[in-house]
Structure formats: structure tokens, C-alpha cells
């Protein structure tokens, strides 16, 4: 077969499955509960989430939101019941909206950055030409490789 | 020009990492702050521990009310527990109020702990926990000062003294008459 | 004199030593003075000695149960099993700095006398940068901050016992020891490349010297980390392997960092490209292994793994901006010495793609920086208290993780300087059909949350890559040398080590990214509160409680639920317990895990009927594909050693040529 649609099959059915994976689905109430408590830190514990966490305090809080899925609450409205309570403290990610914002900021802005950097000095146009070593070239890598043969040896 | 801009960017970064490393140490890491103070204390109407009927928060709106959660199974909350005599003792005959919420137990634990400290203030139990969860408590003993108005005035976390306890309680009293 | 006495003693002498030895390398390197050197690799030996003589006589202590000293009374008791006592050398903060320094002792003596010999004054300044390092953990250690031997005034008939966490598993003393190799062996380019920075040597001779030093670093950094995350899942008891706890997040930084360096030092080998990037990065790399012990060992941060309160905090928070400001200045100084030769290929060369790979690994990096500082941040800025976990980490970390999975599929599979059209169509008709047969698999096999179907997808991917690659190498093997196909597989290894090992590393780090992916997609969870003779069932299997038993020990006393397995092929006993120590407040939890390739079976004690033992909560949680994750680091670990391993030496030194001619193609 012709490589080129070799080729074109394949990224159509990795492109299918991709699709498939990403489509919109209901969620169902347990999905719900595991998505909330994920997001929930459990407050006895170091940094786990109230899903994760096998202390007391984190099944007291998944019953909790597990009955408030079943009371039909939106997310938002669970979120606020906690936040109350504990406030931003007790997500694990930081709210988007407030200045705390910046943290999601940071690391897009520096990959954006360095991706600017990095094809600013990227050579633009075809393939260069395959020329042939210069005399210089070719001494200084036969120094290379005597010099690591003695740091290998 | 780029390169200039991103050497400067990277002093910046690591001047902001020593500086708030430094800050740091300031910073006690078990202290939480917070939580549901100086909001409305959230209502609740437990089963007391003793049996005898029920006992909500609406009971004793007007009064000063100290909400201490305690668990038998707490070695802090054995520690604190003479202060809280001693003080319930003071303002047993005044407008001040005790309630002691059992956290994460059985009743019969709880009520033993009780009848063991000489604990005589109405104890209430919290058995799936949604009180403790709505006021944002992390674990026993953890004491609020809710005032005349309804509103949490303060919180302290871990084991409380006699000080501590007086000088919140009258700090509420003081409020209460001023209004 | 006894063991503590002893101890004391060889650390002062050390010291003393370590001083000489400091002095003697920096005036050997500026008067070339070989007498004054050889002195200086004397007390480069000495010192070593005495620091393992400190080491060992702790460990002595900790075995004779000796609470006259401080640090045994605090971590050991007359019941701790004599494994554990030897470990608890590594159990608190002054044992784990004193492990620490005789490390770096025993690097600092390996470049005395293997290093110097080679390249003399390049080797000699590095020198005086390690005995500088050493004498300041030294001075530490002697200091009362962090003294392992300091003295009570009267012994305790008996001390607390080491941290419950520490002692309920034999695995327990295997990630330490290692991350701390890692961590430490990263100081010897870190001193060769300050070295060459000190001697404003333009070339990239530091780099050849301390390559494998960097590649050992990283192997272990990345093995630790792995024996880490296993310690977590089978001791910290909640079926999880990585929480992003602070602990975690300082051993992955310079993890990254030396991963981007590794891949960055072949561009400036190859093209004599990004000298001063690579010397940043080896400075950033020696710079986060210091950061993240200042973090963990300072209290700054809490965590499961983090050692108490200390005052050393600030004493390592010097010596960090000491060493920023040491390097970044000399780097600023030397900068003019460190242009490049030449302009970088175009964006399908292979030093492109290592290029677009630094830049993720840095994002990566900076990333776990600031999730880990900023709720110090928030509060030294506003007060507000904040959390980061698990969620914020996962949301950056997995698609910079997926970029790079990819990338590491495109980049060996591209030439330097610049690849055409039908180079690509060449490269990469394969691997992007198994592709598209990874994300079916994914599909097929249930896994369908679209990151883990990526994961899948790219994962097939650089596997055919890698599969590509041995098949053209053992092909051109046959055709120039006629060697027969396992005998052309085996030379690949022996002869082309570094490429080869290389791959095989990547195909470790293919079957952690599809074990990751696979056990965060697949994992279910179940929870039941059982009587003696209930079962519970979940993913196919059924768990039956046998019984609730109490179980002493002098050290401990347990309560074990005995819980038979059957179904999904499984027949066999888990005894998940809740540990108590006397001298933990808290019960600690010890799962019982039922491993498998297919998946493991996790199971919890939650809770139980203290008076008579008629119910127990039992957690469970089935985690696929998690045993591949062990698995993938072992791979890593095997790829690093092939990587590692000297080449026969070459008789040919025309090879260069021959090797310009093929880059060139």
C-alpha cells in the first residue's frame, strides 16, 4: 500500500478514537460525587483529596456530597456549602476567578514565552543543504573523541 | 533585547523565591485561619448525648454561646477539659451558655467521657458529622464564641486555657451590654 | 570512649580536613602545584573515612539502643527490631544530613583521585568546589542545629521509637539512600561547571568529564522517585502511589531540570550549541535538589514525609542564595565567552525538537516550583490561606506531560540540522499507525478518558519508534559486520550504549506514562462495613472478611482483618491492619495489597468494633495497571545502566569522520 494512504487511514481512525473519547456524555451521580470530592482537600489529612483520604472526616464528607447530587444541587451550589465552611482553603485547585488566578497565568505565559524564544532562533526555510565537513570541523571532533576516549578509559 | 528581558526575568523570579522563603518563616504552617468567623454561626438541632430530648442552637439565641467539640478519643481534649469545668463553673448563673458537640464517636462513648469528666453542660452528638463540616471544623478540640447576635466571634483550634476562654467570653458580654 | 564520642570526633576531624583540603585544591589549581594536590587527595580520602567512621558509629548507637545521644532517643526505642535501627540513621533530619555529607564525601574523594588524573586543573578547581560544599555540611553537622551526636544530660531509660510511617514497611528504607545519591551526585557537574565557568573555559570539556556523573544522578533521582512513590502506595495506606505532596514535588524538580539537561548536553556535543543554557541548567538542576531539601527539612512546607521544625532552615536558605548568586553571577560574567557557534536547524531538526523539549521540561519545572510556593505566597501577600494539590498539578502537568511524550516519539527520529518531506514520510509512517492501534486498544479495553487515550495513542507511538529504531540498527549491523541478529541486538548495547540504553529508558518511561494513565482512568473504589462472614464485591472480585483479630507485638499493636479473595482468577488472603505505636497519637493504617499485572487489589481498614470486634469497614479500591509503573522504573533504571556503561574503547580514531558523514546525510 501506498504510504501516503497508509498514512491518511491511520490519523483518520486515531482521529475517530480521539473523537469517541472526547464526545460529551451524562455524567452519572457517582461520577459526579468522585469529580466534587476530587477537587475537595480532606482536612485531616496532608494535602489528600476527600475522595482519596480513608480518615473519617473525608466519609463524612463524601455522604454529605453524595446527598446533596441526590437533593439535585448543582455544583456550584455544593462548592459554596464548603467554601463557607472552610473556604478557598479547602480546594485543592486554586478559583480561576479571583487574583489567585495567576498561578494558572504563570506557567502558560512562561511555556508561550519560551516557545516564542525558541523558534525566534530556529532556522527558518528548507532543509540545508548536506555539505561536507570542513577541515576544521572534522579536527575539532577528532579531538572531541580522543579527549573522551581518555575520560572514558 | 529578548535575551535581556529573560536574564532580568530570571533575577526577578529568584529575588521573589528568597524573599518568600524568608517570609516563610514567619508563617506557622498548622496555623489555619480560615473558616466561619465572623459569620452567622451556622443553625443546627443535634439529639442530646444523654438521651433526654433534642437541644438547638435557636435555644439559646441572645446568649453568649461557647461550642466546644470534643471526642473521648482526643488526648487534647482530656488536656483542656479541667479549664472548661472551671469556667462553665464561673458563668454557670449568668447569660453564658456551654455546649459540648461529640465528634466522630458513638453515643456510648460519648456519654461515658462525659459522665467521666463531670462534664455538666449540655452535650449534644454530631453522628453523620454535617455540623462540625458546617463550621469548617478540622478536628477536636475546637472551640467558637458565638455572640448575643448570632455571629462567631472567634475560634480557637487545639487545646484552649482559663485565660483564652474568660477573655473571649467577656470580650461577648462586654457586647452584649453595650447593646 | 563510646560510639557517639567516637562519631563526634571523626566529623570535627573531617571538618578540619575538609578545611585543608578546600584550601590546598584552590592553591594546587591556580600554582598547578601537583605536591600541594596530592595533599589535598589525601585529605579528600581521610575525610571520607572519617565521615563513614561518623556514620557507622550512629548506626552503632541506634543498635545498642545508646539514649544518651539525642538523636537515638528521639528515633529509636529498646523494642525497634534491629533492621530498623540500623535505618534510623536515615529516619530524622541530623541522621538523613549526616547519610547526606558522607555521600558527598565519598564523591568529593572520587574526583581527588579518579578525576584529577584526566584533565589536572579543570579537575582541581571542582575539587575545591566540592571540599567548599563539604566543609559547609560539615560545619552544619558540627553546628547545634543539626548535630547527630549531641548529648542528654541524663539518658532516658527508654526513647520514643521511630515515626510509626517508618517502621511498617521493609521497603521503607530503600527510596531515601537513593534520592539522596541523586541529589548529591548532581553537585559533581555542578562543580565541574563552575569550574570551567572560574577558568572561563569556553569549551564543553566539563561536560564530557562529569556526563555519566549526570547520567547517575539522574538515574537514581528517577529511580528514588519511583521507590518512593511505590513506599507511598504500600505504606501511606490510601491507594495511591503520587499526591503532589511537597516531598514528591522536590525530588521531581531536579528530575526535570536534569532530563532536559541530559537532552540539551547532546545539542552542544553535537553542534557546539547552548553552552551557557547547559551550564544554567546543571546550576538549576544542583540549585532545586537544595531548594527542595531547604523545603522539606525546614518546615516551611508541611508534609506526610517532612521531618519536624528545625533550625536549620535558615542556614540552608543562605547556603542556596549563596550558591544563586555565585553561579548566576559567574554565568553572567562568562556569557561573552559562551556564544554559540552557528545558527540552530530548522524546526524538524533533531536540536529543535530538544529545544521545544527544554522549553516543556522548564514549564514542567517551573510549574511544580510555584504550585509548591504559592500558597506561601498568597499568604505572605494577602493572608489568604490556599491550597494547591493534585487538581491544579494534574490540569498543567498532564498536557506538558502528553507534549512531551510526543515529542520524545519525533525527536530521535529526526537528523540534525533539518529533515525532508520524504525523510518524514519514512520515519514515521509506523509509528503513526500504532497510533492509531494504541488509542483502539485504549478504546477496547475500556479505557476512555481522552487524556489516557492520548497517553495510549503516544505511547504506541514512540514504542514503534523506539522498535524502528532496533530493527535498523540490528539490520545494519548484519549487512556491514555480518554478526548474526542477537549477537548484532547485543552490540548495539555494547557499542552504541548511550543511543540504545537512551531508548531503553524511553520505553521505561512509555510503560510508566500508560500505567499512570491507565490506573488514573480505571481505578474503582468501594467501601462497605462488613460483619465476620460478609462479602463485598467490586471489579469482579469478592472479598470476604474472615475475621477481626487483634495482634501484639513488642513494638506495636495491631488489629488485622483477615479477608479471603476469590474470583478474577484470585485466590488468596489480605491482611489490611490499624497499627498502633506508643508514641503515635493516631492509629496507622497498613493496607493489604494484592498485586497483579492485569491489576492490584487494595484493600483498607477503615474502621472496626472496638469493644467486640463484630464489624469492620473495609475500603477497597482496584487499581489496574499500577504493578507497570514498578515495572517501567525498573526498565528506566535498566536503560540507564546500558546508558552508562563504557564503550569499548575505539582503535579507530578516523571514526569522526565517518560519524560527520552520516549526521550530515
Not at chain 2, 481534649?77 to 455546649?99: F, T
Not at chain 3, 584552590?26 to 600554582?31: D, F, G, N, S
Not at chain 3, 519511583?226 to 504500600?234: H, K, Q, R, T
Request: with cysteine.
Amino acid at each position: 500500500m501506498n504510504r501516503r494512504v497508509l498514512i491518511a487511514i491511520a490519523v483518520l481512525a486515531l482521529a475517530g478514537a480521539l473523537a469517541f473519547a472526547a464526545r460529551p456524555h451524562e455524567t452519572t451521580a457517582d461520577e459526579r460525587v468522585d469529580q466534587i470530592t476530587t477537587e475537595l482537600r480532606c482536612p485531616v489529612c496532608q494535602g489528600l483529596s476527600v475522595k482519596d483520604s480513608t480518615s473519617e472526616t473525608a466519609r463524612q464528607m463524601r455522604d454529605l456530597v453524595a446527598q446533596r447530587v441526590r437533593e439535585a444541587k448543582t455544583n456550584a451550589e455544593i462548592e459554596a456549602e464548603f467554601r463557607a465552611a472552610y473556604g478557598d482553603w479547602i480546594f485543592l485547585s486554586p478559583p480561576l476567578a479571583s487574583w489567585t488566578g495567576l498561578v494558572w497565568l504563570v506557567p502558560v505565559a512562561a511555556l508561550a514565552a519560551g516557545l516564542a524564544l525558541v523558534t525566534g532562533r530556529l532556522r527558518s526555510g528548507g532543509v540545508p543543504q548536506p555539505s561536507a565537513p570542513t577541515t576544521t570541523e572534522v579536527a575539532a571532533l577528532r579531538e572531541r573523541v580522543a579527549r573522551e576516549e581518555a575520560a572514558e578509559g | 533585547m529578548l535575551a535581556r528581558v529573560v536574564r532580568i526575568a530570571v533575577v526577578v523570579v529568584i529575588l521573589g523565591l528568597v524573599v518568600t522563603l524568608a517570609l516563610a518563616f514567619r508563617r506557622d504552617p498548622h496555623d489555619i485561619r480560615t473558616g466561619t468567623v465572623n459569620k452567622p454561626a451556622p443553625a443546627f438541632t443535634l439529639g442530646r448525648l444523654d438521651g433526654s430530648g433534642q437541644a438547638s442552637l435557636a435555644d439559646y439565641s441572645g446568649k453568649v454561646v461557647v461550642v466546644n467539640f470534643f471526642a473521648s478519643w482526643c488526648l487534647p481534649c482530656i488536656q483542656e477539659n479541667p479549664a472548661l469545668v472551671r469556667v462553665y463553673e464561673r458563668y454557670r448563673s449568668s447569660d453564658v451558655v456551654m455546649l459540648g458537640i461529640n465528634f466522630q464517636e458513638s453515643r456510648e462513648n460519648g456519654l461515658a467521657y462525659v459522665q467521666r469528666m463531670g462534664i455538666s453542660w449540655t452535650s449534644v452528638a454530631d453522628d453523620d458529622g454535617r455540623v462540625a463540616l458546617s463550621y469548617g471544623v478540622f478536628g477536636p478540640p475546637e472551640t467558637f464564641f458565638i455572640g448575643p447576635d448570632g455571629i462567631i466571634a472567634g475560634r480557637h483550634i487545639g487545646p484552649i486555657d482559663e485565660e483564652t476562654l474568660v477573655t473571649a467570653i467577656e470580650k461577648l458580654r462586654g457586647q452584649a451590654a453595650t447593646r | 570512649m563510646s560510639a557517639g564520642d567516637l562519631g563526634a570526633a571523626a566529623l570535627r576531624a573531617a571538618l578540619f580536613l575538609s578545611l585543608w583540603g578546600t584550601g590546598a585544591a584552590i592553591y594546587a589549581a591556580w600554582r598547578r602545584d601537583a605536591r600541594v594536590l596530592a595533599s589535598a587527595r589525601v585529605a579528600a580520602g581521610f575525610a571520607f573515612g572519617l565521615v563513614v567512621i561518623a556514620a557507622l558509629s550512629m548506626m552503632f548507637a541506634l543498635a545498642t539502643h545508646d539514649f544518651s545521644i539525642l538523636y537515638v532517643a528521639e528515633n529509636n526505642a529498646r523494642e525497634t527490631p534491629l533492621f530498623y535501627s540500623i535505618i534510623g540513621l536515615w529516619a530524622a533530619l541530623e541522621g538523613s544530613i549526616l547519610l547526606w555529607t558522607a555521600i558527598l564525601a565519598g564523591a568529593t574523594a572520587f574526583i581527588a583521585f579518579r578525576g584529577t588524573l584526566a584533565i589536572p586543573r579543570l579537575a582541581t578547581t571542582a575539587l575545591a568546589v566540592m571540599f567548599a560544599m563539604l566543609t559547609f555540611f560539615l560545619l552544619l553537622i558540627t553546628t547545634p542545629a543539626a548535630d547527630p551526636f549531641a548529648r542528654l544530660a541524663v539518658a532516658p531509660e527508654n526513647g520514643n521509637g521511630p515515626n510509626a510511617l517508618l517502621q511498617t514497611h521493609p521497603l521503607m528504607p530503600l527510596p531515601p539512600p537513593l534520592l539522596y545519591l541523586g541529589y548529591v551526585l548532581t553537585s559533581v557537574p555542578f562543580a565541574y561547571a563552575i569550574a570551567s565557568l572560574i577558568l572561563g573555559e569556553g569549551g564543553d570539556r566539563w561536560l564530557v568529564a562529569t556526563r555519566r556523573f549526570a547520567l547517575i544522578s539522574w538515574a537514581l533521582l528517577g529511580v528514588g522517585i519511583v521507590a518512593g512513590a511505590w513506599w507511598s502506595y504500600a505504606v501511606l495506606g490510601w491507594g495511591g502511589y503520587w499526591a503532589w505532596d511537597p516531598v514528591e514535588n522536590a525530588a521531581i524538580m531536579p528530575w526535570l531540570t536534569s532530563t532536559a539537561y541530559l537532552h540539551s548536553v547532546m545539542v552542544e556535543e553535537k553542534r557546539s550549541l547552548l553552552r551557557s543554557w547547559n551550564l544554567a541548567l546543571v546550576v538549576a538542576t544542583f540549585a532545586l535538589t537544595i531548594l527542595g531539601t531547604f523545603l522539606t527539612r525546614s518546615g516551611v512546607v508541611n508534609s506526610v514525609h517532612s521531618f519536624s521544625l528545625s533550625a536549620i532552615g535558615p542556614i540552608l536558605l543562605g547556603y542556596l542564595v549563596a550558591i544563586l548568586v555565585l553561579s548566576i553571577g559567574l554565568l553572567l560574567w562568562r556569557s561573552a565567552r559562551l556564544r554559540d557557534a552557528g545558527p540552530i536547524g530548522t524546526p524538524l531538526s533533531r536540536e529543535a525538537i530538544f529545544l521545544f523539549q527544554n522549553v516543556l521540561f522548564m514549564a514542567a519545572t517551573l510549574t511544580v516550583l510555584l504550585g509548591t510556593l504559592y500558597p506561601l505566597v498568597a499568604e505572605a501577600i494577602s493572608g489568604a490561606q490556599l491550597s494547591i494539590g493534585g487538581p491544579y498539578f494534574d490540569r498543567v502537568e498532564i498536557p506538558v506531560a502528553l507534549a512531551l511524550l510526543f515529542l520524545m516519539g519525533i525527536g530521535p527520529q529526526l537528523p540534525w540540522h533539518g529533515a525532508s518531506r520524504a525523510t518524514l514520510e519514512r520515519q514515521f509512517t509506523a509509528p503513526i499507525v500504532a497510533a492509531a492501534f494504541g488509542a483502539l486498544a485504549a478504546l477496547i479495553t475500556g479505557t476512555t478518558a481522552l487524556p489516557a487515550v492520548l497517553t495510549y495513542a503516544l505511547g504506541a507511538f514512540v514504542l514503534a519508534t523506539v522498535v524502528q529504531e532496533f530493527a535498523r540498527g540490528v539490520r545494519a549491523r548484519r549487512t556491514l559486520h555480518g554478526e548474526g541478529g542477537v549477537a548484532a541486538f547485543a552490540n548495539l548495547f555494547r557499542r552504541s550504549g548511550r543511543r540504545y540504553g537512551g531508548y531503553v529508558v524511553h520505553i521505561g518511561i512509555v510503560l510508566v506514562a500508560l500505567a499512570v494513565a491507565t490506573s488514573q482512568a480505571r481505578t474503582v473504589d468501594a467501601e462497605r462495613t462488613l460483619a465476620p462472614g460478609d462479602s463485598l464485591d467490586v471489579a469482579g472480585y469478592t472479598i470476604r472478611l474472615e475475621a477481626i483479630r487483634p495482634v501484639s507485638e513488642p513494638q506495636r499493636d495491631s488489629i488485622v482483618a483477615d479477608l479471603a479473595i476469590s474470583g478474577n482468577g484470585a485466590s488468596e488472603h489480605l491482611r489490611p491492619a490499624l497499627v498502633q505505636y506508643p508514641n503515635s497519637a493516631a492509629a496507622v493504617g497498613s493496607p493489604g495489597i494484592g498485586a497483579g499485572l492485569r491489576d492490584d487489589l487494595y484493600t483498607i481498614l477503615a474502621a472496626y468494633d472496638q469493644r467486640t470486634f463484630s464489624w469492620a469497614t473495609i475500603r477497597t479500591r482496584v487499581i489496574p495497571g499500577v504493578s507497570w509503573l514498578w515495572l517501567g522504573g525498573a526498565v528506566v533504571g535498566i536503560g540507564a545502566i546500558i546508558a552508562a556503561l563504557p564503550a569499548p574503547r575505539r582503535r579507530v580514531v578516523r571514526m569522526p569522520v565517518a560519524e560527520v558523514a552520516v549526521s550530515a546525510k
